[in-house]
Structures are given as structure tokens and as C-alpha cells.
């Protein structure tokens, strides 16, 4: 079982920045692959990114915000980061976290972030 809590969301200009905490507990969090999720009003919950759970921790990302956003885990502190700068209107939404072992798959409550013009 595994606990996950989303932290770090809030409101920006576009242009800005921030970064989305999500701590887990609970389980190996290490062995884990994890990734950040986001849905806005009206739409579907997508992809935005994942890592990971070998030491290579190859990362993928939403084409939308590659080279605007980073993904990145600390496993001593059984945490995942999404670091998202030159924030657009369009990336408003509530974003979640997920651990995902196997068949085991596990959620955050989310959190928003809302971008203005």
C-alpha cells in the first residue's frame, strides 16, 4: 500500500514557475515507477510525465511541455518532483501523482495549479 500526497500547486502568471511536490509512504517507494498526471475542466486526465524506477530513471514527457517541465525523484526522501517553468494558461489543471507497480497503482488527492495571462 502506498500513500501518496501532492504538494506545491497554486496560482502564477504565465511566464512562471513552480514545483509540484509529492511525498509517499508506506511501501518501497524506490521500486516504483512514478509519474505526474493533470486534468483541466472539461477534459480528459493525461500523461504528463513519468520516470523511472531503475538508476538510469529515464524520464518521458507530454510533447506539450518538454523542455518546460522536469520530472525527478528522490528516493531517500520517498518523494516525487515535477519542476514547471514558462508556465501557459493551457497548463492549468488539477495535477496528480501516481506509483505504479505492476498491477498495483496508486493515486494522490491532487493539486491545483492555475496559470493566469
Known amino acids: 500500500q502506498v500513500q501518496l500526497v501532492e504538494s506545491g500547486g497554486g496560482l502564477v502568471q504565465a511566464g512562471g514557475s513552480l514545483r509540484l511536490s509529492c511525498a509517499a509512504s508506506g511501501s518501497i517507494f524506490s521500486i516504483y515507477t512514478l509519474a505526474w498526471y493533470r486534468q483541466a475542466p472539461g477534459k480528459q486526465r493525461e500523461l504528463v510525465a513519468t520516470i523511472s524506477p ?40 488539477v495535477y ?15 493539486t491545483q495549479v492555475t496559470v493566469s495571462k
Do not use: H
Not at 528516493?75 to 508556465?87: C, D, F, I, R
Not at 496528480?96 to 491532487?110: F, V
Open 54 to 93: 531503475n538508476r538510469g530513471y529515464i524520464t518521458s514527457y507530454l510533447d506539450s511541455v518538454k523542455g518546460r517541465f522536469t520530472i525527478s525523484r528522490d528516493n531517500a526522501k520517498n518523494t516525487v518532483y515535477l519542476q514547471m517553468n514558462s508556465l501557459k494558461p493551457e497548463d492549468t489543471a
Open 96 to 110: 496528480y501523482c501516481d506509483a505504479r507497480l505492476g498491477s498495483q497503482d496508486y493515486w494522490g488527492q491532487g
